[in-house]
């Protein structure tokens, strides 16, 4: 079992839409959170980190529940440009690498 | 804003041949991360670096090393190349501790193995 659970999707929206998805993570020790987005063949970019609090950036909002082990990704307003691989990535406590989980595609048509 | 450089962008090798890959991490940060990714995957992590000293280990083969010098960019050793390397290698760095640990990717590089 992986350590990261993503909804592989793919999430067909139109624009204007809002769309929402989760991931689950394994191990209650992890630290840190964020969301990364990955365009075909690019490379992750970071997106946003994620605070327990939960956090919005513009159009995009990360929630963590802490007590049920998931984090959230919410788009508002969808644009074209939107369209990508969005990857969950954990931080385990006392650790250095990320935990990556499969991805949740998302397509916004016009 | 600096981002990771990593060269080459591309590279085709054959079988059992070697092949360098080279990271520039973003001035200032000084872990440095290897991560590996086939096709449809998501990043397998490899190996990392803090400080020029191996810091965490992952999937990474017997036939790769890598190493961070006193500039704190890196390089991963790829030696005996089989068909099943050929991938996209991310090298991504980090700020100093304390900074929420997070990771900045470069473009990356893609290996062919033929």
């Known amino acids: 079992r992986k350590e990261v659970e993503q909804d592989p999707g793919p999430f067909n929206v139109p624009e204007g839409a809002t769309v929402a998805f989760n991931c689950t993570y394994s191990n209650s020790a992890s630290q840190s959170f964020f969301w990364y987005r990955q365009d075909c063949r690019k490379e992750p970019k970071l997106l946003m980190s994620v605070y327990s609090s939960g956090n919005e950036d513009g159009r995009f909002t990360a929630q963590l529940n802490r007590a049920s082990q998931y984090i959230s990704l919410l788009i508002r307003d969808s644009k074209l440009s939107d369209s990508a691989t969005y990857l969950c990535v954990v931080h385990p406590l006392n650790d250095y690498k990320l935990s990556f989980g499969a991805g949740t595609t998302v397509t916004v048509r016009a | 804003a600096a981002g990771v450089i990593q060269s080459p962008r591309h590279l085709i090798k054959e079988k059992r041949e070697t092949a360098t890959l080279k990271c520039y991490p973003i001035p200032r940060h000084d872990t440095v991360y290897w991560y590996q990714q086939g096709p449809g995957q998501d990043p397998q992590f490899l190996i990392s670096?803090?400080?020029?000293?191996?810091?965490d280990k992952g999937s990474i083969p017997d036939r790769f090393s890598a190493q961070q010098f006193s500039d704190y960019h890196s390089e991963l050793n790829m030696s005996s190349l089989e068909l099943g390397d050929s991938a996209l290698y991310f090298c991504a760095s980090s700020p100093p501790l304390g900074s929420a640990y997070e990771q900045y990717f470069g473009p990356g590089t893609r290996l062919t193995v033929t």
């Open positions: 670096f803090y400080e020029k000293m191996q810091s």
